[in-house]
């Protein structure tokens, strides 16, 4: 059942625009066509550097904001920098301590370019296939404390993710936001860098108030925006907690869930 009076849909992208092997499916880009159609905007926003999302742009017809990094750098379709939020340089190096005392693998995106410290370690090769560009090798974070727009901290344990999560949010409070973006990703940016903040902008950006914004989404980090929306759908590849957070649940990303979301919930009719 459609929410009435839905004007803009902002949806997450990996885990729920795309499958798992990231592909944009034909019924994702027919859904947002049809949104098109129906005059009802259509924004995404990924914890993925905003080139990431360059890919994008062509078959969704994009006309509105991209919001990388959670929010962090926001651009125009034609990668024009709108807004950049990085986080403070002292907070740097205490954050990238803090995730090597949990056991995970740090990596740093400043400005355009993505720095890890082995260009063979966990999840690298996936994530340049992902955002479709390479690495470029640091020394030492040290190097790289000066507009940083997001750390990454990466591990297979995905408990010690939860945990530096939590960790981070008790020593470094309100100075930002730090949430999963993938169970194996914790992702720690400016505290105004994040998906509900991005909700926030696009509403005033456009003048859509919040109950006629739909949110879309799988992880944690998707929840700030969903309590900055009217209508808020949970993947059905979402963990239990993203779930009871939305009040929709459509079906997996493997099964063209953003699509079913769309065509139920988001579409007049």
Avoid at 242 to 252: E, I, K
């Amino acid at each position: 059942m459609s929410t009435p009076g839905i004007r803009l849909l902002l949806a997450d992208v990996d885990g729920t625009l795309v499958t798992q092997d990231k592909v944009l499916t034909d019924g994702a880009i027919a859904a947002v066509h049809a949104l098109h159609d129906a005059g009802i905007l259509f924004a995404v926003t990924s914890g993925r550097p905003p080139r990431g999302m360059h890919m994008l742009v062509e078959p969704l017809a994009l006309a509105t904001p991209i919001s990388g990094f959670n929010g962090g750098v926001i651009v125009e379709p034609d990668m024009k920098v709108v807004e950049q939020r990085t986080l403070p340089d002292d907070l740097v190096m205490p954050i990238a301590e803090l995730m090597d005392s949990f056991g995970l693998g740090v990596w740093v995106y400043q400005g355009a370019d993505w720095y890890v410290p082995d260009p063979d370690g966990p999840h690298v090769a996936r994530e340049a296939f992902t955002v479709q560009f390479e690495p470029s090798v640091m020394h030492s974070v040290a190097e790289h404390t000066t507009g940083v727009a997001k750390i990454v901290g990466v591990s297979d344990d995905h408990d010690a993710v939860v945990r530096a999560a939590g960790a981070a949010h008790d020593r470094f409070g309100d100075h930002v936001t730090a949430a999963a973006s993938q169970p194996y990703y914790l992702d720690v940016t400016h505290p105004l860098a994040n998906k509900g903040a991005v909700a926030a902008y696009l509403s005033q950006r456009y003048d859509v108030p919040e109950q006629a914004i739909a949110t879309i989404g799988d992880m944690p980090n998707d929840v700030l925006m969903f309590a900055l929306s009217g209508l808020s759908i949970a993947m059905g590849n979402a963990d239990p907690q993203v779930q009871r957070a939305a009040r929709r649940v459509t079906d997996s990303n493997e099964a063209d869930g953003f699509a079913q979301a769309v065509h139920r919930f988001v579409l007049p009719g």
